[in-house]
Protein backbone atom coordinates (compact mmCIF):
# COMPACT_ATOMS: atom_id res chain seq x y z
CA UNK A 1 0.00 0.00 0.00
CA UNK A 2 1.20 3.70 -0.73
CA UNK A 3 0.17 6.06 1.62
CA UNK A 4 -0.96 9.26 0.21
CA UNK A 5 1.12 11.82 0.51
CA UNK A 6 -1.78 14.37 1.16
CA UNK A 7 -2.99 12.32 4.28
CA UNK A 8 0.21 12.14 5.83
CA UNK A 9 0.91 15.55 5.35
CA UNK A 10 -2.44 16.43 6.66
CA UNK A 11 -1.61 13.94 9.86
CA UNK A 12 1.75 15.76 10.34
CA UNK A 13 -0.07 19.11 10.32
CA UNK A 14 -2.56 18.05 13.04
CA UNK A 15 -0.48 16.46 15.61
CA UNK A 16 1.42 19.46 15.45
CA UNK A 17 -0.82 21.63 15.80
CA UNK A 18 -2.88 19.09 18.27
CA UNK A 19 0.33 18.79 20.43
CA UNK A 20 0.70 22.32 20.95
CA UNK A 21 -2.75 22.91 22.75
CA UNK A 22 -2.76 23.50 26.05
CA UNK A 23 -4.46 21.21 28.61
CA UNK A 24 -6.99 23.53 29.45
CA UNK A 25 -7.96 24.11 26.20
CA UNK A 26 -8.98 20.39 26.12
CA UNK A 27 -10.79 21.08 29.11
CA UNK A 28 -13.14 23.64 27.27
CA UNK A 29 -14.38 21.05 24.80
CA UNK A 30 -14.83 18.22 27.93
CA UNK A 31 -16.61 17.68 30.80
CA UNK A 32 -13.05 17.06 32.42
CA UNK A 33 -11.59 20.23 34.48
CA UNK A 34 -7.98 20.01 33.57
CA UNK A 35 -5.58 22.69 34.64
CA UNK A 36 -2.94 24.66 32.05
CA UNK A 37 0.74 22.88 31.95
CA UNK A 38 1.95 26.01 33.27
CA UNK A 39 -0.27 26.89 36.26
CA UNK A 40 1.49 26.99 39.91
CA UNK A 41 2.44 23.38 40.72
CA UNK A 42 -0.44 22.11 43.28
CA UNK A 43 0.21 20.79 46.93
CA UNK A 44 1.09 17.04 46.28
CA UNK A 45 1.10 14.80 49.45
CA UNK A 46 4.61 13.00 50.51
CA UNK A 47 3.09 9.51 49.37
CA UNK A 48 2.24 10.76 45.55
CA UNK A 49 5.11 11.87 45.51
CA UNK A 50 6.90 8.38 46.25
CA UNK A 51 4.11 6.80 44.19
CA UNK A 52 4.98 8.65 41.23
CA UNK A 53 8.88 8.54 41.08
CA UNK A 54 8.80 4.79 41.79
CA UNK A 55 5.35 3.87 39.54
CA UNK A 56 3.05 1.57 42.14
CA UNK A 57 0.88 4.87 42.39
CA UNK A 58 -0.23 4.94 38.19
CA UNK A 59 -2.73 1.79 38.79
CA UNK A 60 -4.99 4.20 41.45
CA UNK A 61 -5.08 6.88 38.68
CA UNK A 62 -8.91 7.28 37.73
CA UNK A 63 -9.50 10.81 36.71
CA UNK A 64 -7.56 13.74 34.33
CA UNK A 65 -6.85 16.00 37.95
CA UNK A 66 -4.64 12.89 39.63
CA UNK A 67 -3.06 11.95 36.55
CA UNK A 68 -1.91 15.79 35.45
CA UNK A 69 -1.06 15.97 39.31
CA UNK A 70 1.51 13.00 39.15
CA UNK A 71 2.33 14.25 35.70
CA UNK A 72 3.34 17.80 37.07
CA UNK A 73 5.82 15.99 39.75
CA UNK A 74 7.39 13.65 37.50
CA UNK A 75 8.68 16.79 35.50
CA UNK A 76 9.37 18.90 38.56
CA UNK A 77 11.97 16.06 39.66
CA UNK A 78 15.11 16.01 39.45
CA UNK A 79 16.73 13.99 37.64
CA UNK A 80 13.60 13.53 35.48
CA UNK A 81 12.25 9.77 36.02
CA UNK A 82 13.21 7.64 33.06
CA UNK A 83 10.90 6.48 30.07
CA UNK A 84 9.23 3.89 31.88
CA UNK A 85 8.03 5.89 34.38
CA UNK A 86 6.24 8.20 32.00
CA UNK A 87 4.94 5.22 29.70
CA UNK A 88 3.45 3.75 32.52
CA UNK A 89 1.14 7.09 33.43
CA UNK A 90 0.48 7.48 29.60
CA UNK A 91 -1.18 4.42 29.34
CA UNK A 92 -3.08 4.74 32.74
CA UNK A 93 -4.13 8.03 31.28
CA UNK A 94 -5.64 6.17 27.92
CA UNK A 95 -7.16 3.39 30.33
CA UNK A 96 -9.32 5.65 31.96
CA UNK A 97 -10.02 6.96 27.98
CA UNK A 98 -8.89 10.29 28.46
CA UNK A 99 -6.55 9.85 24.46
CA UNK A 100 -6.62 13.59 24.04
CA UNK A 101 -4.59 14.48 27.42
CA UNK A 102 -2.42 11.49 27.00
CA UNK A 103 -1.28 12.84 23.21
CA UNK A 104 -0.60 16.62 24.86
CA UNK A 105 1.71 14.87 27.77
CA UNK A 106 3.56 13.13 25.02
CA UNK A 107 4.31 16.76 23.39
CA UNK A 108 5.24 17.98 26.31
CA UNK A 109 7.19 14.86 27.41
CA UNK A 110 9.08 15.84 24.47
CA UNK A 111 9.32 19.24 24.63
CA UNK A 112 10.97 18.54 27.64
CA UNK A 113 13.55 16.30 26.47
CA UNK A 114 12.61 13.10 27.78
CA UNK A 115 13.42 10.78 25.02
CA UNK A 116 10.77 7.88 23.64
CA UNK A 117 10.74 4.60 22.65
CA UNK A 118 8.60 1.31 20.94
CA UNK A 119 6.53 1.53 24.15
CA UNK A 120 5.98 5.32 24.36
CA UNK A 121 5.20 5.50 20.72
CA UNK A 122 2.71 2.54 20.91
CA UNK A 123 0.72 3.89 23.45
CA UNK A 124 0.22 7.37 21.16
CA UNK A 125 -0.79 5.41 18.18
CA UNK A 126 -3.40 3.63 20.53
CA UNK A 127 -4.26 6.82 21.82
CA UNK A 128 -5.12 8.07 18.12
CA UNK A 129 -6.63 4.89 17.17
CA UNK A 130 -8.73 4.80 20.04
CA UNK A 131 -9.76 8.37 19.18
CA UNK A 132 -10.79 7.31 15.85
CA UNK A 133 -7.95 9.30 14.07
CA UNK A 134 -6.29 6.11 13.20
CA UNK A 135 -4.82 8.57 9.91
CA UNK A 136 -2.73 10.40 12.31
CA UNK A 137 -1.06 7.07 13.73
CA UNK A 138 0.82 7.22 10.11
CA UNK A 139 2.63 10.31 11.55
CA UNK A 140 3.53 8.11 14.55
CA UNK A 141 5.22 5.48 12.46
CA UNK A 142 7.03 7.99 11.05
CA UNK A 143 8.41 8.87 14.02
CA UNK A 144 9.70 5.54 14.73
CA UNK A 145 12.07 5.47 11.89
CA UNK A 146 12.86 8.91 12.48
CA UNK A 147 14.15 8.13 15.93
CA UNK A 148 15.91 4.72 14.53
CA UNK A 149 13.56 2.86 16.63
CA UNK A 150 12.56 -0.20 15.35
CA UNK A 151 8.84 -1.11 14.47
CA UNK A 152 7.75 -3.82 16.38
CA UNK A 153 4.78 -6.61 16.41
CA UNK A 154 2.90 -4.74 18.82
CA UNK A 155 2.76 -1.24 16.84
CA UNK A 156 1.72 -3.10 13.92
CA UNK A 157 -0.84 -4.60 15.83
CA UNK A 158 -2.23 -1.37 17.33
CA UNK A 159 -2.22 0.30 14.12
CA UNK A 160 -3.81 -2.14 11.89
CA UNK A 161 -6.56 -2.41 14.79
CA UNK A 162 -6.59 0.76 14.56
CA UNK A 163 -7.67 1.25 11.20
CA UNK A 164 -9.79 -1.85 11.31
CA UNK A 165 -12.21 -0.15 13.92
CA UNK A 166 -12.23 3.12 11.74
CA UNK A 167 -13.85 0.80 8.75
CA UNK A 168 -10.20 1.44 7.34
CA UNK A 169 -9.92 -2.48 6.10
CA UNK A 170 -8.28 -1.94 2.86
CA UNK A 171 -5.99 0.08 4.44
CA UNK A 172 -5.40 -2.44 7.09
CA UNK A 173 -4.65 -5.27 4.60
CA UNK A 174 -2.62 -3.16 2.33
CA UNK A 175 -0.45 -1.78 5.60
CA UNK A 176 -0.23 -5.61 6.43
CA UNK A 177 1.25 -6.13 2.86
CA UNK A 178 3.52 -2.90 3.15
CA UNK A 179 5.34 -4.30 6.92
CA UNK A 180 5.27 -7.89 4.93
CA UNK A 181 7.00 -7.28 1.67
CA UNK A 182 9.79 -4.08 2.96
CA UNK A 183 10.06 -6.50 6.43
CA UNK A 184 9.78 -3.96 8.94
CA UNK A 185 8.57 -5.93 11.58
CA UNK A 186 7.68 -9.76 12.51
CA UNK A 187 4.02 -11.03 11.39
CA UNK A 188 2.94 -13.13 14.01
CA UNK A 189 -0.55 -15.33 14.31
CA UNK A 190 -2.31 -12.33 16.45
CA UNK A 191 -1.88 -9.86 13.25
CA UNK A 192 -3.83 -12.19 11.19
CA UNK A 193 -6.85 -12.03 13.92
CA UNK A 194 -6.34 -8.88 14.22
CA UNK A 195 -7.61 -8.73 10.15
CA UNK A 196 -9.81 -11.61 10.64
CA UNK A 197 -11.54 -9.55 13.52
CA UNK A 198 -11.81 -6.58 11.77
CA UNK A 199 -13.10 -8.53 8.57
CA UNK A 200 -15.97 -9.83 10.75
CA UNK A 201 -16.68 -6.73 11.97
CA UNK A 202 -16.72 -5.54 8.51
CA UNK A 203 -19.35 -7.97 7.30
CA UNK A 204 -21.29 -6.50 10.26
CA UNK A 205 -21.91 -3.27 8.94
CA UNK A 206 -23.02 -4.54 5.43
CA UNK A 207 -19.69 -3.47 4.04
CA UNK A 208 -18.67 -6.06 1.69
CA UNK A 209 -14.24 -6.63 1.32
CA UNK A 210 -13.14 -7.47 -2.32
CA UNK A 211 -11.14 -10.38 -3.36
CA UNK A 212 -7.91 -8.59 -2.43
CA UNK A 213 -8.57 -8.59 0.80
CA UNK A 214 -9.56 -12.14 1.34
CA UNK A 215 -6.41 -13.29 -0.62
CA UNK A 216 -4.51 -11.37 1.71
CA UNK A 217 -6.16 -13.03 4.21
CA UNK A 218 -6.15 -16.41 3.04
CA UNK A 219 -2.01 -15.91 2.48
CA UNK A 220 -1.35 -14.96 5.84
CA UNK A 221 -3.47 -17.90 7.21
CA UNK A 222 -1.99 -20.39 4.84
CA UNK A 223 1.87 -19.07 6.22
CA UNK A 224 0.77 -20.43 9.55
CA UNK A 225 -0.98 -23.71 8.01
CA UNK A 226 -4.17 -22.86 9.77
CA UNK A 227 -6.10 -24.85 7.11
CA UNK A 228 -9.53 -25.02 9.38
CA UNK A 229 -9.93 -21.07 9.00
CA UNK A 230 -8.69 -20.83 5.35
CA UNK A 231 -11.96 -22.96 4.54
CA UNK A 232 -13.93 -21.35 6.80
CA UNK A 233 -12.92 -17.70 4.90
CA UNK A 234 -13.37 -19.71 1.50
CA UNK A 235 -16.73 -20.12 2.25
CA UNK A 236 -17.13 -16.99 3.75
CA UNK A 237 -16.29 -15.79 0.18
CA UNK A 238 -18.80 -17.74 -1.83
CA UNK A 239 -21.57 -16.92 0.67
CA UNK A 240 -20.75 -13.03 -0.21
CA UNK A 241 -20.21 -13.87 -3.89
CA UNK A 242 -16.66 -13.24 -3.94
CA UNK A 243 -14.96 -15.65 -5.94
CA UNK A 244 -11.43 -17.05 -5.49
CA UNK A 245 -9.38 -16.05 -8.45
CA UNK A 246 -6.41 -17.32 -10.04
CA UNK A 247 -4.06 -15.31 -7.51
CA UNK A 248 -6.00 -16.92 -4.73
CA UNK A 249 -5.88 -20.18 -5.48
CA UNK A 250 -2.29 -20.00 -6.91
CA UNK A 251 -1.31 -19.40 -2.94
CA UNK A 252 -3.31 -22.13 -2.05
CA UNK A 253 -1.16 -24.19 -4.39
CA UNK A 254 1.84 -23.14 -2.78
CA UNK A 255 0.93 -23.15 0.44
CA UNK A 256 0.02 -27.04 0.13
CA UNK A 257 3.10 -27.64 -1.77
CA UNK A 258 5.56 -26.33 0.76
CA UNK A 259 4.04 -28.94 3.46
CA UNK A 260 4.36 -31.08 1.00
CA UNK A 261 0.51 -31.76 0.27
CA UNK A 262 1.11 -32.17 -3.22
CA UNK A 263 -2.04 -34.53 -4.26
CA UNK A 264 -3.76 -31.50 -2.77
CA UNK A 265 -2.01 -29.06 -4.59
CA UNK A 266 -2.99 -31.18 -7.61
CA UNK A 267 -7.00 -31.25 -6.38
CA UNK A 268 -6.76 -27.46 -6.46
CA UNK A 269 -5.36 -27.20 -9.83
CA UNK A 270 -8.37 -29.50 -11.02
CA UNK A 271 -10.98 -27.27 -9.26
CA UNK A 272 -9.51 -24.37 -10.82
CA UNK A 273 -9.87 -25.82 -14.02
CA UNK A 274 -13.91 -26.95 -13.41
CA UNK A 275 -14.31 -23.22 -12.41
CA UNK A 276 -12.86 -21.68 -15.48
CA UNK A 277 -10.17 -20.23 -13.75
CA UNK A 278 -6.83 -21.47 -15.37
CA UNK A 279 -3.34 -21.88 -13.73
CA UNK A 280 -0.89 -19.25 -14.79
CA UNK A 281 3.31 -20.05 -14.69
CA UNK A 282 3.29 -18.74 -11.14
CA UNK A 283 0.71 -21.51 -10.13
CA UNK A 284 2.57 -23.94 -11.92
CA UNK A 285 6.13 -23.00 -10.49
CA UNK A 286 4.51 -23.87 -6.96
CA UNK A 287 3.60 -27.30 -8.18
CA UNK A 288 6.76 -27.75 -9.49
CA UNK A 289 8.85 -26.36 -6.53
CA UNK A 290 6.55 -28.72 -4.54
CA UNK A 291 7.69 -31.92 -6.35
CA UNK A 292 11.77 -30.50 -6.16
CA UNK A 293 10.94 -30.62 -2.87
CA UNK A 294 10.22 -33.59 -2.35
CA UNK A 295 12.68 -35.13 -4.73
CA UNK A 296 10.27 -36.11 -7.36
CA UNK A 297 11.97 -34.81 -10.32
CA UNK A 298 10.20 -36.83 -12.60
CA UNK A 299 6.83 -35.26 -11.42
CA UNK A 300 8.35 -31.95 -11.76
CA UNK A 301 9.23 -32.17 -15.30
CA UNK A 302 5.75 -33.67 -15.98
CA UNK A 303 4.22 -30.31 -14.56
CA UNK A 304 7.01 -28.10 -16.59
CA UNK A 305 5.53 -30.29 -19.70
CA UNK A 306 1.90 -29.46 -18.89
CA UNK A 307 2.57 -25.96 -18.42
CA UNK A 308 4.32 -26.12 -22.12
CA UNK A 309 0.97 -27.79 -23.31
CA UNK A 310 -1.27 -25.64 -21.93
CA UNK A 311 0.82 -22.88 -24.13
CA UNK A 312 2.24 -21.11 -21.31
CA UNK A 313 6.08 -20.26 -21.84
CA UNK A 314 8.21 -21.02 -18.70
CA UNK A 315 9.79 -18.78 -17.44
CA UNK A 316 13.63 -18.40 -15.36
CA UNK A 317 12.27 -19.30 -12.19
CA UNK A 318 10.68 -22.55 -13.66
CA UNK A 319 14.20 -23.36 -15.11
CA UNK A 320 15.89 -22.56 -11.85
CA UNK A 321 13.67 -24.27 -9.65
CA UNK A 322 14.22 -27.38 -11.58
CA UNK A 323 17.83 -27.45 -12.24
CA UNK A 324 17.85 -27.02 -8.00
CA UNK A 325 16.29 -29.83 -7.37
CA UNK A 326 18.27 -31.83 -9.87
CA UNK A 327 21.70 -30.17 -7.88
CA UNK A 328 20.13 -30.96 -4.97
CA UNK A 329 20.20 -35.04 -5.75
CA UNK A 330 23.61 -34.13 -7.56
CA UNK A 331 22.10 -35.59 -10.99
CA UNK A 332 24.57 -33.07 -12.57
CA UNK A 333 23.51 -34.39 -16.10
CA UNK A 334 19.90 -33.35 -16.11
CA UNK A 335 20.80 -29.92 -14.74
CA UNK A 336 23.42 -29.09 -17.19
CA UNK A 337 20.93 -30.49 -19.82
CA UNK A 338 18.51 -28.03 -18.40
CA UNK A 339 21.03 -24.95 -18.20
CA UNK A 340 22.07 -25.52 -22.06
CA UNK A 341 18.25 -26.00 -22.98
CA UNK A 342 17.43 -22.12 -21.23
CA UNK A 343 19.04 -20.08 -24.15
CA UNK A 344 17.42 -22.30 -26.84
CA UNK A 345 13.69 -20.66 -24.95
CA UNK A 346 15.12 -17.86 -25.25
CA UNK A 347 16.14 -17.53 -21.68
CA UNK A 348 19.09 -17.01 -20.02
CA UNK A 349 20.73 -18.19 -16.50
CA UNK A 350 21.02 -15.34 -14.24
CA UNK A 351 23.35 -15.59 -11.09
CA UNK A 352 21.26 -17.59 -9.34
CA UNK A 353 21.20 -20.56 -11.89
CA UNK A 354 24.94 -20.14 -12.18
CA UNK A 355 25.52 -20.35 -8.29
CA UNK A 356 23.12 -23.01 -7.82
CA UNK A 357 24.75 -25.03 -10.78
CA UNK A 358 27.75 -24.80 -8.93
CA UNK A 359 26.35 -25.56 -5.45
CA UNK A 360 25.38 -28.81 -7.14
CA UNK A 361 29.15 -29.14 -8.70
CA UNK A 362 30.75 -28.98 -5.24
CA UNK A 363 27.96 -31.24 -3.38
CA UNK A 364 29.03 -33.67 -6.93
CA UNK A 365 32.77 -33.11 -5.77
CA UNK A 366 32.71 -32.02 -9.61
CA UNK A 367 35.67 -29.16 -8.08
CA UNK A 368 37.42 -28.97 -11.83
CA UNK A 369 34.04 -27.96 -13.54
CA UNK A 370 32.27 -25.89 -10.95
CA UNK A 371 35.66 -23.77 -11.41
CA UNK A 372 35.12 -23.80 -15.41
CA UNK A 373 31.61 -22.93 -14.88
CA UNK A 374 32.53 -19.64 -12.64
CA UNK A 375 35.06 -18.74 -15.28
CA UNK A 376 32.23 -18.98 -18.03
CA UNK A 377 30.49 -17.12 -15.35
CA UNK A 378 32.74 -14.29 -15.10
CA UNK A 379 33.31 -14.23 -18.85
CA UNK A 380 29.58 -14.09 -19.62
CA UNK A 381 28.83 -10.83 -17.90
CA UNK A 382 27.41 -11.97 -14.78
CA UNK A 383 29.07 -10.38 -11.76
CA UNK A 384 29.35 -12.98 -8.74
CA UNK A 385 27.66 -12.00 -5.63
CA UNK A 386 28.35 -12.54 -1.71
CA UNK A 387 26.18 -15.79 -2.09
CA UNK A 388 28.27 -17.17 -4.91
CA UNK A 389 31.35 -16.16 -3.09
CA UNK A 390 30.35 -18.14 0.00
CA UNK A 391 29.43 -21.26 -2.40
CA UNK A 392 32.32 -21.19 -4.04
CA UNK A 393 34.66 -20.84 -1.19
CA UNK A 394 32.89 -23.03 0.98
CA UNK A 395 33.01 -25.75 -1.87
CA UNK A 396 36.34 -25.69 -2.65
CA UNK A 397 36.67 -26.12 1.10
CA UNK A 398 35.04 -28.77 2.00
CA UNK A 399 36.52 -30.72 -0.95
CA UNK A 400 39.77 -30.09 0.83
CA UNK A 401 40.77 -28.20 -2.10
CA UNK A 402 42.45 -25.17 0.17
CA UNK A 403 44.92 -23.90 -1.76
CA UNK A 404 42.64 -23.38 -5.06
CA UNK A 405 40.31 -21.72 -1.99
CA UNK A 406 43.46 -19.42 -1.06
CA UNK A 407 44.13 -18.83 -4.87
CA UNK A 408 40.91 -17.14 -5.44
CA UNK A 409 41.11 -15.33 -2.36
CA UNK A 410 44.41 -14.10 -2.75
CA UNK A 411 44.38 -13.13 -6.28
CA UNK A 412 41.56 -10.95 -5.45
CA UNK A 413 38.82 -12.60 -7.46
CA UNK A 414 36.73 -11.72 -4.34
CA UNK A 415 36.01 -8.02 -4.92
CA UNK A 416 36.93 -5.57 -1.96
CA UNK A 417 33.56 -4.23 -1.35
CA UNK A 418 31.26 -7.42 -1.07
CA UNK A 419 27.48 -6.48 -0.97
CA UNK A 420 25.20 -9.46 0.21
CA UNK A 421 21.42 -10.45 -0.51
CA UNK A 422 20.33 -7.22 2.13
CA UNK A 423 22.53 -4.62 0.03
CA UNK A 424 24.95 -3.82 2.72
CA UNK A 425 28.22 -3.08 2.34
CA UNK A 426 30.85 -4.78 3.76
CA UNK A 427 34.64 -3.81 3.84
CA UNK A 428 37.46 -6.12 2.56
CA UNK A 429 38.97 -6.65 6.64
CA UNK A 430 35.71 -8.71 6.90
CA UNK A 431 35.79 -11.01 3.95
CA UNK A 432 37.37 -13.91 5.79
CA UNK A 433 35.27 -14.06 8.62
CA UNK A 434 32.38 -14.12 6.34
CA UNK A 435 33.18 -16.69 4.46
CA UNK A 436 33.79 -18.94 7.81
CA UNK A 437 30.52 -18.13 8.60
CA UNK A 438 28.65 -19.01 5.39
CA UNK A 439 30.24 -22.47 5.65
CA UNK A 440 26.63 -23.24 7.17
CA UNK A 441 24.40 -21.24 5.29
CA UNK A 442 24.15 -23.42 1.96
CA UNK A 443 22.74 -21.17 -1.29
CA UNK A 444 19.15 -22.30 -1.64
CA UNK A 445 16.43 -21.02 -4.14
Not at 323 to 344: T, V
Not at 396 to 414: D, F, K, P
Amino acid sequence: MEFKRSALSSSFSFFNKFSRRRIYSVAASSSSSLRSFHSPPALVSSSHRSSAHSGCGFYSVHDLDHAHELFDQMLRARPLPSIVQFTKLLSRVVKIKHYTAAVCFFKEMRVRGVPVDAHSLTILIEAFCLSNRAEYGFCVLGMFFKCGIDFDTVASNTLIKGLCLDNNIVEAVGLFKKLVREDLCEVYNITYNVLMNGLCKMTERRVSPNIITYTSLIQGLCSFCRWRDVTKLMNEMVRHNVYPNVCTFSILVDAFCKEGKLKDAEAVIQIMIQRNVYPNVVTYNALIEGYCLQGQMDDARRALGRMIDKGLQPDRMSYNTIINGYCRRKEMDEAFHLFHEMPQKGLYPNVVTYTTMLQGLFLAGRCDDALNLFQDMQLSGHAPNFHTYCVLLTGLCENRHIEEAMSVYSNETVPEVIVDSSNRHRPASHKAKEMNQCRSDKWTL
